[in-house]
C-alpha cells in the first residue's frame, strides 16, 4: 500500500476518534451540566417534589371548645365519630367515584349537593368531608375498597353536638359544613382540614376562640399511595372552653312557660347590676343539631314553612310595640326635666279629649283622681295622654334614646335589630307627613310607629333596678384553657350613668312595686321576694277586614327582684297574647322564681285571665279637672286617626 494512502486512513481515523470524542465530550458536558442543575440550581425543588412522593401533609384538626352554663352544664359539646373525606386533587375521576361511593353508601342525591356545598370556593387539595356520622357497615364498605378510591379515606373526627337540642338554639348558636361565604370573614387557611364553622349565636361570636390552632401530621406514605407510618407530628391545640353567664334553669323555665305552652314570643332574664344574660328564649325554636352536618331539605322546608318562624331570634331581633311598658322610662324623664312633680296628680275621667277627638283609656270608666303610683300601679292611659302633650315629641324621643331605645343594643351576638323611634323628620321622610299632636298622645303610651326589642327592654328596665346605670348586656363569662384550666375571665364594658335623679327614681320605684302589690300584675308577686314590674298591651294591627283595621294584642311584662336589692331584670314579650297581659305574667314569674327560689319546684300556677274591673278602694272623688296645654309649635296639630284604647 502506498504510503500516502496509508496516511489518508491514519488521518481519516484520528478525525472520526476526534469527532468520536467531542461527541462524547458533549454528552458528558450535558449530562455533567444536568446534574448540576439538578443538584445545585434545582435542588431545593426536586428535592421537595421526591419528598412528596413518599410523605404527605395531613391536617389535624383540634378540638373546638365547649360552651358552658353557669354553674358547668354542658351546653356544645364534642363527641367523637367517623367520616368519609375526599381530597379532589388526589382523585383521578372524581364524578365516577362519587357515583360509586353513592351506590357503595347508599347515599342520596341530598349527600352529594351538600359534599358540592361544601367544596364551593375551597381549594381542591382540601379534603373534604362527604359523609360524617359512619356506621360500621359502611367503614368496612369503604375499608376493602381502599386501593379502588385514591384521595378517598375514613377518618377520625369530633363531631359537634347540642345535647338539648332547641332549648339554647339562639343563643348558643350552631355549627354547620364550612363554605365559600364562610371564608370571607377569616383566613381560608386557618380552616385547611377543618369540618365545621360557627354559623349563628355565640358559635359565630366567639369562632377565632373556640376553632382552636391546627396541627400537621407528616405520614410517610407507599408505592401505592397508602400511609405506612408517621413521621413527624405537629399537636393541635383545642380551642378554649366557653363559660357563660346562662343559667339552666333559669332557660328550662322560661322555655316551659313559653314554648311548652305553644306561646309566640321571647322572655329574657338579666343580671340587672353587670348584664350577664342569665336565660334568653325565643318560643319557637329549632333542634341545632340539625345543622351540623348540613341541614335536610325535609327539615329545612319544616322551618321555612312555620309560621311561627322558628329561625328568628326574636330576643334581640323581634321588633315588637312596648305598650304602657313604656310608661316608666316617661315617668322618670318628666320628673328630672320639672314637666311634673313627683305629688302631681290629675284627674281621669275615663277619656281624654284633644282637638274635637277622644282617646279612651283601657278603664272607659275612669280612674278618678291620679298620681304618678297609682298611674303606673293600674297603667292609667290618660295620665300618659295629658303627659305627653306636656312632654312634646322632643321630650318624648330624648327620653327613648336616654334609655336605649331605637339603636342596636352591645351585646356578643352577632345582628340585632335597632328598633324603632319615630321623629318627626322620620314621619316626614317615611309618610310624607307632619307629626301631630295625636302622634305625641299615641306614643305616650307606647303605641304609634315605636318599635323594641326585648333585649332592649331588659336593658332599659336594669338601668330603673340598679339606680340609673344603662349596662352593656353579655352572655360570655370567661375563657377556659382547656390543658391548664386557667379561666381568664371577660370583662364587662362599663355602664353609662344616665343621672337619674333620686326623686325621679323613688317615685317611678314606688309605682312599679304598687303594679306588683295591688295593681295590673299583682299575680306575678311570690311569696317571699318583693318584686317591681309593668304590664303592657300592645295593639297590633293584623289585617283588614270590612274597611277597618284588625287588631290583636301582645302582651308584655318587665320588671326586677328583689326591689331593693335586685339580682335579676325579666322582659317578656308574648305575641298575640290577648288582653291585659295576662300571658306574660306567668313567663316572667317562672323565670324569676327559678332565679331567686331554685329549689323550690311546685309547678307554677296556670295562666289566668286578670280582672280588668278596678277595685272601689282604688276609685277616688272627682276632682277638678287637669286640661294639659298643647306643647309649643303643637297647637292644632291633631292626629284625625281613631284612638287605640289599651288595656293593661
Known sequence: MPLSESLKRTRSFRFRL???????????????????????????????????????????????????????????????????????????????????????????????????????????????????????????????????????????????????????????????????????????????????????????????????????????????????????????????????????????????????????????????????????????????????????????QSLLNNPGRPLMNRADNGLYPPGSCAKPFYTIQAVQEGVISPDFHTYCPGNYQLGGHTYWDWNRGGFGETGITKALAWSVDVFYYKLAVKMGIDLQDKTLWRFGFGQKTPIDLPGGANGLVPTPAWKRAHLHAPWYTGDSVILGIGQGYLLETPLQLVRAVSALANGGYLVQPQVAKAFIDPQSGKTIPIPNAAPVNLHISAEAMHAVHLGMEACVNTGTCHTVSIPGISIAGKTGTAQVPMGYKNGHTIYNNDSLFIGWAPLDHPKIAVAVVVENGGYNAWQALPVARAVIKAYLQPDQTPPAPAPQKLSTKMPAKVAQSAGAHYDAPLSHGEKGSVNPRPAQSTAQ
Request: a neutral charge; zero cysteines.
Open 18 to 300: 476526534g469527532v468520536a470524542a467531542l461527541l462524547m465530550l458533549l454528552a458528558i458536558l450535558g449530562v455533567v451540566l444536568r446534574v448540576v442543575d439538578l443538584q445545585v440550581l434545582h435542588y431545593s425543588k426536586f428535592r421537595e417534589l421526591a419528598y412528596d412522593n413518599h410523605v404527605a401533609l395531613v391536617p389535624l384538626a383540634p378540638p373546638r371548645g365547649l360552651i358552658l352554663a353557669d354553674h358547668g352544664e354542658v351546653l356544645a359539646e364534642n363527641l367523637p365519630t367517623y367520616a368519609l373525606e375526599i381530597t379532589p386533587d388526589q382523585v383521578p375521576h372524581l364524578h365516577q367515584s362519587l357515583q360509586f361511593l353513592q351506590h357503595l353508601l347508599n347515599l342520596s342525591p341530598e349527600d352529594l349537593q351538600q359534599f358540592a356545598a361544601r367544596r364551593a370556593g375551597k381549594p381542591d387539595f382540601d379534603p373534604i368531608v362527604l359523609k360524617a356520622d359512619l356506621n360500621p357497615t359502611q367503614i368496612a364498605a369503604v375499608s376493602v375498597r381502599a386501593m379502588e378510591l385514591p384521595g378517598v379515606r375514613i377518618v377520625a373526627m369530633m363531631h359537634r353536638h347540642y345535647p338539648y337540642d332547641a332549648l339554647f338554639s339562639h343563643v348558643v348558636g350552631y355549627v354547620g359544613p364550612i363554605t365559600g361565604a364562610d371564608l370571607k370573614d377569616f383566613h381560608a387557611n386557618k380552616y385547611v382540614g377543618r369540618n365545621y364553622i360557627g354559623k349563628n349565636g355565640l358559635e359565630r361570636y366567639y369562632e377565632r376562640q373556640l376553632r382552636g390552632v391546627m396541627g400537621y401530621e407528616i405520614k410517610d406514605i407507599n408505592a401505592r399511595g397508602l400511609p405506612v407510618g408517621t413521621l413527624r407530628q405537629i399537636a393541635a391545640h383545642p380551642g378554649s372552653n366557653l363559660m357563660t353567664h346562662l343559667r339552666l334553669r333559669v332557660q328550662e323555665a322560661g322555655a316551659e312557660a313559653l314554648q311548652g305552652k305553644g306561646y309566640r314570643g321571647a322572655v329574657i332574664a338579666m343580671d340587672p347590676n353587670n348584664g350577664g344574660i342569665l336565660a334568653m328564649v325565643t318560643s319557637p325554636s329549632f333542634n341545632a343539631n340539625w345543622f351540623v352536618d348540613g341541614i335536610s331539605n325535609a327539615h329545612w
